[in-house]
């Protein structure tokens, strides 16, 4: 499958038209055989025709407004469209105002000249890894599609439509890692930048201190490429030898009750890097033993959602995806003391993993601890409520720290899509994707 890097490489050697791309994702949007029902919660075809048939006589003119200028693109059904309303994945914002203008994301598209195919589905409101949604539907995992598997989420629909080639890249959200999971069950490259990075204005907010915005495509070139267009400045891409990296894997937490398929995957993975050179520390890090009692009574993402919920939440809860008001009404609980200690806490402990981290190129971990389960065996509330605390556990981990990170697949062909976490402190974005560059060459081995 072509990615965003190499269409947009085939634009500017004049080897192939913006439009050609476009109409290449829309029909896979529409193709029956694939997820496009429940991908797009907002299908915007005419829109994106157009837009790439503009692009292509900018091409010809050799005037582009950007390297993705034409190309199909999809954003998350969290961005600010203007005279549309924002729905979050909801049935409760159906017919909530519309937007008076765009998103700060939308209007950095737009400037790009990127073909906007739709808007993605999600989770309801971003409040969980799973991706399911009862009220549009739960897009199916590309990966053994007839068995039903999730996607991830909270960006589900996102990770689906670049899967399924229904966009060459996705923008997403991330406050507990929304663009890492679906990117890693789906086997796709997810990146979330350092939080202010990407301005958040026009974008539904889950939690003001955890939210990012990030990017989900086929490869870190790509992931770069469209990260560049919605950042405030573009990252510098490196070329890096591994053979100079030094990585620590921690051995608190994040490798803890990994299932077969990802354990193996994960010591094949590390395997390759070390052979390849990269220095491989194996460090405590016991640190992160601590986010479990900061999170114990839905810590700083359920206080602040209830800020933005309360009203809805109380007055008309029948409206919500029932797994997500539980989540949303955690929140309730908390008062303002309660949350003036849990932020004191998480900068204290930033204090201490920073400390830790330094001297390091980068943080490895498995990006989630087991392969995508069908939506079906998450009927059960209870094994719902587990396996999304499974999920969110180890990306979290770069919110709460206010970092960096990518996941890529380091799967082998054939087998469940599973993700290699990268990762690194607050704004280290341009050495981690450059670092990423370099680990993603050792992983070719997966194809």
């Known amino acids: 499958m072509t990615t965003l890097w190499q269409a947009s490489q085939q634009l500017q050697s004049g080897e192939s038209g913006p439009e050609a791309f476009t109409e290449t994702a829309l029909n896979a949007a529409r193709d029956p055989n694939k997820e496009g029902e429940c991908v797009f919660i907002k299908f915007y075809e005419a829109q994106a025709i157009q837009q790439a048939h503009k692009a292509g006589i900018r091409w010809k003119a050799q005037h582009p407004l950007s390297p993705i200028d034409g190309l199909p693109v999809s954003i998350k059904d969290l961005f600010d469209v203007e005279g549309e309303a924002t729905t979050a994945g909801s049935r409760l914002l159906s017919d909530a105002p519309v937007a008076t203008a765009n998103s700060s994301v939308m209007e950095r598209l737009n400037l790009a000249g990127a073909a906007i ?29 007839a068995e039903k598997r999730i996607p991830g989420g ?30 890693a069950l789906c086997g796709l490259t997810g990146f979330k930048p350092t939080a202010e990075r990407v301005c958040q204005a026009g974008t539904l907010p889950l939690s003001k201190s955890l939210d990012s915005i990030g990017v989900i495509a086929h490869d870190v070139r790509s992931c770069w490429l469209l990260d560049s267009v919605i950042a405030k400045q573009p990252l510098e891409l490196k070329k890096y030898d591994l053979r100079d990296a030094c990585f620590a894997v921690p051995l608190t937490r994040v490798l803890d009750g990994l299932d077969r398929e990802v354990a193996q995957t994960w010591d094949y993975a590390i395997k390759g890097l070390r052979h390849a050179g990269a220095t491989l520390v194996e460090i405590s890090l016991s640190e992160l033993d601590e986010l479990s009692s900061m999170n114990a009574r839905g810590g700083i993402t359920a ?15 029948e409206t919500y995806d029932p797994q997500v008001l539980v989540r949303v ?24 993993i920073n400390a830790a981290l330094a001297g390091f190129d980068a943080l490895l971990m498995p990006t989630v601890p087991c392969i995508a389960p069908t939506i079906a065996s998450l009927n059960d509330p209870q094994r719902y409520m587990d396996i999304n605390a499974l999920m969110l556990r180890n990306p979290s981990v770069i919110n709460m720290l206010d ?3 990518i996941s890529l697949p380091c799967h082998k062909t054939g087998h469940p899509p599973v993700g290699l976490s990268l990762a690194s402190v607050h704004g280290d974005d341009a050495r981690l994707i450059s670092w990423s560059l370099a680990v993603e060459t050792v992983l070719n081995w997966r194809s």
């Open 329 to 352: 009404q955690r929140g309730s609980h908390l008062n303002e003391q309660d949350a003036s200690e849990l932020y004191q806490q998480r900068e204290a402990w930033q204090q201490r």
């Open 303 to 317: 206080y602040e959602a209830w800020q933005w919920h309360q009203p809805t939440a109380q007055a008309q809860p």
């Open 403 to 405: 970092g960096c990170a």
């Open 154 to 183: 909270s960006s589900s629909g996102a990770a689906v439509a670049v899967a399924d080639g229904m966009c060459l890249g996705a923008v997403g959200t991330d406050t507990g890692g929304s663009v890492r999971i679906p990117a």
């Open 117 to 145: 195919v739709g808007k993605t589905n999600m989770t309801e409101f971003a409040f969980s890894g799973l991706g399911i949604n009862p009220h549009y539907g739960t897009p199916a995992n590309p990966w053994q599609r």
